[in-house]
């Protein structure tokens, strides 16, 4: 796809990790002046390729790589920097206590007046003036931490143009939206149209494909290290983006099981917290219940909420009749709640400890004889733990920090199904983990299921839900928009049902936002 | 565009968007009990006392006796105020001000130097434990908290063979004068502190110097991926701190006239808590001189007023660390607010800023200088 128009151009771009092939055949052409979105599942290579261009990585092997003409070594930091690229990762990278102005002359260099007074005069007119070029009215002496979270990434942007008429060319914005609430994101797209209208490329990843639509005028798509499509944004319809993007033919998934009638297990009754909005559910004991939903669709409290580990606003969580306390991880546990929480190394496990040690340490009692913590006792519980998860290696001494993400999600589990728990709840369980362990995990998860116990997943991954669930909610915009069951349950479906329930967000959130 | 209206000052703190024009109400914001409630509780408290203890509190003995002591206090405060900021902890600084003394005295006394060349001395000792301790914390990469606490260990246990035990006595007449001479019927050491404030304001206000170490303790991460050179300025925090307390060390000496092996020994306490309190006066969140000297003298007023009336010695103790304490919690409080509140209240005034700008942005408003 050389052609004149092209600003950045790269294509036949390679790159393996041990075991895994990131990029097969990566290819990306932006425009001087364009907003070019770069789209993809996770894993589909484009988050490899910005790493490559900000010199994070180092390619195996490229076909071409130029900026203006001019070809450069792709895998250079320095070599993106001189050639006018600018990134804005996730995180800014400001210093919150700090206000816009000085988090800007930090990094350009403070501007000194005799005995290096700092000119503050002179530093706020240059700020200034940037800001009114960009049309960006923003508050820049209050620290950046109390400012919503748009301003905040609108001034990452600002700081990483300061220098733009010496050599800023292109603007690459690592998921800038992620963390936006809706109504703030369009705020950002004006911002980033100016900056085009400078003349300026700017790439941007995204997972919200609405987007794309909105601000875009040219997308990549990624699909399994492969560039599939580099289209006018306006040739477009949304679900042959979706497709684009999926692109693949629907599989057969097992399907377990449905369990009818079941007994139930675990209550929600309106229950409320920070973007969650409302959920409802009726949790029948064996039966394995998914969460989907993007991020903002108050997915992520549901489990928390449950647990203790956030306080609820509003609801009430029951459990064989009995209310669960609110904000207590201890009662919920024994009540008979057992949680795998998301980010292990946060919040699973202390990971300094060893293996047998965090396998026993929710319930210590049954260790605990004449005054003693019987060693005996631990090693030979941990054991029958390790065997029965296949935890690899099979000793309880090791360190849980020196275990595989795999192992380690494994005695995180076994931690929880010690408990013997009648309800268990899995936050992202397989964030981190090899194909190998997810497998094994999913199999125990069932084994577990069929005996009796109430499963609720939370999870980004359509395929594990499709793959594990009975049946699956959707979430948007703080509560339950759709249930999908039996023959709907595929992991494109549940893929579908989370773009277009955002999709309706968005044009909701418009719409008010032009009444008020 | 938000401009602001005062181009001398660093950057106020606002909250929102405030509007250069909008005099009175910055003169209210900077008037605000959040900012400067350090002034008015001094104002009560003195008047409490005033009221209580007339005869007491408001003598010129009192007063004059509070300032003299409270200078070195205040000094050792003032150099802690650059660790802090830099997002390091340095509790070796009472040890550095007991030893410093104890050098001062050990080489003027024992190996017959003059005593200024001595005053040198102390404070190259004083700059060697910085080093030491940035050599532990940034080379090393050992916690601050821990590092420090071992090298205060360390100098105490130094203080201790040199004094071996005694009170080091016979210094020159005319180094002692220095407490002792009034300007205004103050005493010198007030004014060496007033001096000291006024050029550490200076670095750390308003030279490039002072934000990069606000930098690196406000997100080391950040700021050397901004550029700053991060492990420097704690090298370079850890100096500074560690000569101010030798300074501060010196004027003790003056005002004591003897070096002993429990010099110091009491001022990490009073330091940090005035350190941490005048983090929540002037910019709330910040570590800063002016905030740290107010806490320093608020702090001593009140202890001195309830000394005088008659309550016992344990109640300092008792008072400056329930004063830290607080001051840690109440900033942490603070914050959560300050970082939930303008969130609800930005959201709504986004929904705004869409709309053409109710001032044109080119009209720079009457308060604003910007050529």
Avoid at chain 1, 107 to 135: C, M, N, Q, V, Y
Avoid at chain 1, 428 to 446: C, H, M, N, R, S
Avoid at chain 2, 212 to 226: M, P
Wanted: proline share 4%; aromatic share 6%.
């Amino acid at each position: 796809m050389t052609d004149a128009r092209s600003q950045l151009h790269l294509s036949g771009v390679v790159k393996t990790f041990p075991g895994q092939v990131a990029l097969a055949d990566g290819n990306l052409d932006v425009a001087a002046g364009e907003i070019h979105a770069l789209v993809g599942q996770n894993g589909s290579g484009k988050s490899t390729i910005i790493k490559l261009l900000a010199g994070y990585h180092q390619p195996d092997s490229v076909g071409e790589a130029t900026m203006e003409g001019e070809s450069f070594d792709l895998g250079s930091a320095h070599e993106a920097d001189r050639l006018g690229m600018r990134f804005i990762h996730q995180n800014l990278g400001l210093v919150e206590s700090m206000s816009a102005l000085e988090n800007c002359a930090l990094s350009h260099g403070i501007p000194t007046g005799a005995l290096w007074r700092i000119d503050w005069k002179t530093e706020r007119a240059r700020l200034t003036a940037l800001l009114d070029r960009f049309g960006v009215d923003v508050d820049i002496t209050a620290p950046v931490g109390t400012l919503p979270p748009a301003h905040r990434t609108m001034i990452a942007i600002i700081r990483a143009l300061q220098d733009w008429e010496d050599s800023a060319r292109l603007i690459v914005l690592d998921e800038p939206t992620a963390t936006l609430p809706r109504g703030e994101v369009d705020r950002l797209f004006a911002l980033m149209r100016r900056v085009a209208s400078h003349g300026i490329g700017v790439l941007f990843v995204s997972h919200r494909l609405d987007e794309v639509f909105e601000v875009a005028s040219r997308v990549t798509v990624f699909r399994d290290g492969r560039t599939v499509a580099d289209r006018a944004v306006a040739d477009l319809d949304h679900e042959e983006l979706i497709r684009t993007m999926l692109g693949r033919s629907i599989e057969s998934f097992e399907t377990t099981a449905e369990v009818t009638d079941p007994v139930s297990a675990l209550d929600l009754e309106d229950v409320a917290g920070l973007d969650l909005r409302e959920i409802s559910l009726n949790l029948g004991a064996g039966e394995i219940v998914g969460l989907a939903g993007l991020l903002g669709s108050g997915r992520d409290e549901v489990v928390p909420l449950i647990s203790g580990a956030r306080k609820r606003s509003a609801g009430h969580v029951g459990i064989a009749g009995r209310t669960v306390p609110n904000g207590d991880p201890r009662s919920a546990l024994r009540a008979g709640i057992a949680t795998v929480h998301v980010d292990r190394a946060r919040n699973g496990a202390i990971t300094s400890f060893s293996v047998g040690e965090n396998v026993v340490l929710p319930n210590l009692r049954s260790l605990w004889s004449a005054g003693f913590l019987r060693a005996s006792r631990r090693r030979r519980d941990a054991m029958r733990w390790i065997n029965e998860l296949d935890v690899r290696p099979a000793r309880p001494e090791a360190t849980f920090l020196n275990l595989s993400g795999g192992n380690q999600q494994k005695v995180v589990l076994g931690k929880c199904l010690r408990l013997e728990p009648k309800v268990l709840l899995l936050d992202e369980p397989t964030q981190g983990v090899d194909i190998g362990a997810k497998v094994a995990l999913y199999t125990i998860v069932a084994a577990r299921a069929a005996d009796g116990l109430g499963v609720l997943v939370s999870s980004g991954d359509s395929e594990e839900l499709a793959r594990l669930c009975h049946r699956v909610l959707i979430l948007a915009r703080g509560r339950v928009v759709r249930e999908l069951t039996g023959a709907e349950l595929t992991a494109e479906q549940i893929d579908l049902a989370v773009l277009e329930e955002d999709r309706e967000h968005t044009k909701h959130v418009r719409l008010t936002q032009h009444s008020t | 565009m938000t401009k602001i209206a005062d181009a001398e000052a660093p950057p106020a703190r606002a909250a929102g968007h405030s509007r250069p024009s909008d005099r009175g109400a910055r003169i209210k914001s900077l008037l605000s009990p959040r900012r400067i409630a350090g002034i008015y509780l001094f104002a009560i408290m003195f008047l409490y006392f005033a009221i209580k203890i007339p005869d007491l509190f408001l003598t010129q003995t009192t007063w004059t006796t509070l300032a003299n002591e409270q200078a070195v206090t205040t000094i050792v405060a003032i150099g802690l105020t650059f660790t802090l900021s830099a997002g390091v902890f340095d509790l070796s600084i009472g040890a550095v001000v007991g030893c410093a003394a104890a050098v001062v005295a050990y080489l003027t006394v024992n190996e017959g130097w003059s005593v200024w060349w001595a005053c040198v001395g102390a404070v190259v000792f004083g700059i060697l434990v910085g080093c030491l301790n940035s050599l532990i914390v940034v080379t090393f990469k050992v916690d601050s908290f821990i590092a420090t606490l071992g090298v205060q260990a360390i100098l105490f246990a130094l203080l201790l063979r040199v004094t071996e035990g005694q009170q080091i006595i016979g210094l020159p007449q005319n180094f002692l004068d220095i407490a002792a001479y009034k300007i205004f019927g103050i005493p010198m050491p007030f004014y060496i502190m007033l001096g000291m404030a006024i050029v550490a304001w200076y670095v750390m206000d308003m030279t490039p110097l002072g934000r990069y170490i606000e930098a690196t303790g406000g997100n080391r991460d950040a700021a050397r991926l901004a550029g700053v050179r991060t492990a420097r300025l704690t090298w370079l925090a850890f100096i500074i701190t560690g000569a101010v307390a030798a300074i501060g060390g010196i004027i003790l000496l003056t005002r004591i006239s003897a070096a002993g092996p429990e010099t110091g020994g009491d001022y990490i306490l009073p330091v940090f808590a005035a350190a941490f309190l005048g983090r929540t006066q002037f910019r709330p969140g910040r570590f800063n001189i002016w905030g740290t000297v107010l806490a320093v003298y608020l702090l001593a007023m009140i202890t001195k007023g309830l000394q005088l009336s008659g309550q016992d010695p344990w109640v300092t103790q008792f008072f400056y660390g329930a004063v830290l304490v607080a001051a840690v919690a109440l900033s942490g409080l603070e914050r959560r607010q300050r970082t939930v509140r303008p969130t609800a209240k930005a959201a709504k005034a986004g929904l705004a800023t869409e709309q053409p700008p109710a001032v044109p942005p080119a009209a720079p408003a009457p308060g604003d200088s910007a050529p």
